[in-house]
C-alpha cells in the first residue's frame, strides 16, 4: 500500500487549504483511515479520521475547521482546511489502519 499525501503549503492565518491522500495498492482490510500531524516541537498528534461507515471524528482543536472525506473511486482521503491558524502548521500524514497501518510520507502546512 502507498500513500501519497499533496496540497500542503504556506497560507496566511485565516486562509485555508486542501491536502489530498492518494491511496493504492490493496486496501480492501482497511477499516479507517485517516490524517494526524506534527507540529514544530511537538509530538505527533490526530487531527481527523473516517471510517468504512463514513462516519467521522475531529480532535477538538480542529473540529468546525477542517473537515475529512474521501473519494472511494478515486481512492483518495482529503482534508479542508478552513479558517487555519498559526497552531496548524506542521507535517500532516494520512494513515490507513487495518491489518497494517500504512502511512504517508507527510506534507507541509505553514500557517503565518
Known amino acids: 500500500v502507498q500513500l501519497v499525501e499533496s496540497g500542503g503549503g504556506s497560507v496566511r492565518a485565516g486562509g485555508s487549504l486542501r491536502l489530498a491522500c492518494a491511496v493504492s495498492?490493496?486496501?480492501?482490510?482497511?477499516?479507517?483511515m485517516g490524517w494526524f500531524r506534527r507540529g514544530p516541537g511537538r509530538s505527533r498528534e490526530g487531527v481527523a479520521g473516517?471510517?468504512?461507515?463514513?462516519?467521522?471524528t475531529y480532535s477538538p482543536s480542529v473540529n468546525g475547521r477542517f473537515t475529512i472525506s474521501r473519494d472511494s473511486a478515486k481512492n483518495t482521503l482529503y482534508l479542508d482546511m478552513n479558517s487555519l491558524k498559526l497552531e496548524d502548521t506542521g507535517v500532516y500524514y494520512c494513515?490507513?489502519?487495518?491489518?497494517?497501518?500504512?502511512w504517508g510520507q507527510g506534507t507541509q502546512v505553514t500557517v503565518s
Open positions: 473516517i471510517d468504512s461507515d463514513g462516519r467521522t
Open positions: 494513515v490507513t489502519f487495518g491489518t497494517f497501518d500504512y
Open positions: 495498492g490493496y486496501t480492501r482490510d482497511t477499516f479507517c
